[in-house]
């Protein structure tokens, strides 16, 4: 089905252990993102790309790093995951049509124990 | 990107009309108005936007006064299933970094029977 896919859905670690988030959207859109929501902060934007190997850090990026080879996938990867980590993490890419809307995925929920 | 404020949450019966507000006292003349939700454990969805004038789609509608400084989107027969955080953001579509978006705490909407 066309869309924007996570993966894992769900995922448990320990602290120190590396995690990655896959993304995956089969619209050919340029921008894709990541947001973490926790609550009480809403979602924050962790980081964007505005194209494959065009990448930058949005608000709270720290403890965080991601890659673009290809337009399609967009991976999210916690080098050394930490309890504060834990948290909804939403993918989401933006449409090509000049008019800024956000299509997000189903989200990633990661517990770091 | 203009600072939106909304209402921390409000109630609407279902059947009625759901009027959701936002305050944008410092738009700019190019920042658009968004609005998105976001059903429970579920990723936001986009609703509608607008510039300066009355938008209509098949979720909702948005009104936004002349002066831009506020703007109301109106769900005209709230079901339960509109049962949701509603965002309400403004910014410049697809120019650099503004290409970021960022969310606030939204106002949740319970509609009951």
């Known amino acids: 089905d066309a869309g924007i896919t996570q993966s894992p859905r769900y995922k448990i670690t320990e602290t120190g252990r590396q995690v990655t988030l896959m993304c995956h959207q089969t619209?050919?859109?340029?921008?894709m993102f990541w947001y973490r929501q926790d609550l009480g902060h809403g979602l924050r934007l962790i980081y964007y790309?505005?194209?494959?190997?065009?990448?930058d850090k949005g608000e709270v990026p720290d403890g965080y790093v991601v890659s673009r080879s290809k337009t399609e996938n967009f991976p999210l990867t916690l080098e050394s995951a930490t309890r504060s980590q834990t948290s909804v993490y939403f993918c989401?890419?933006?449409?090509?049509?000049?008019?800024?809307?956000?299509?997000f995925g189903e989200g990633s929920r990661l517990t770091v124990l | 990107d203009a600072k939106t404020t909304q209402p921390t949450s409000m109630d609407c019966a279902e059947g009625r009309a759901a009027n959701l507000p936002c305050n944008h006292s410092?738009?700019?003349?190019?920042?658009?108005v968004y609005w998105y939700r976001q059903i429970h454990s579920q990723g936001p969805q986009y609703i509608i936007h607008?510039?300066?004038n009355n938008e209509t789609n098949e979720m909702a509608s948005l009104i936004i006064t002349e002066d831009r400084k506020s703007s109301t989107l109106i769900l005209p027969h709230a079901t339960l299933r509109d049962t949701a955080v509603y965002y309400c953001?403004?910014?410049?579509?697809?120019?650099?970094?503004?290409?970021?978006?960022?969310f606030g705490t939204g106002t949740r909407l319970q509609v009951t029977l």
């Open positions: 989401a890419s933006r449409g090509n049509r000049g008019t800024g809307e956000l299509f």
């Open positions: 619209w050919s859109h340029s921008y």
């Open positions: 790309s505005a194209a494959a190997d065009i990448t």
């Open positions: 410092t738009i700019s003349g190019n920042e658009y």
């Open positions: 607008g510039l300066k």
């Open positions: 953001i403004v910014r410049v579509p697809n120019t650099g970094t503004a290409s970021k978006l960022t």
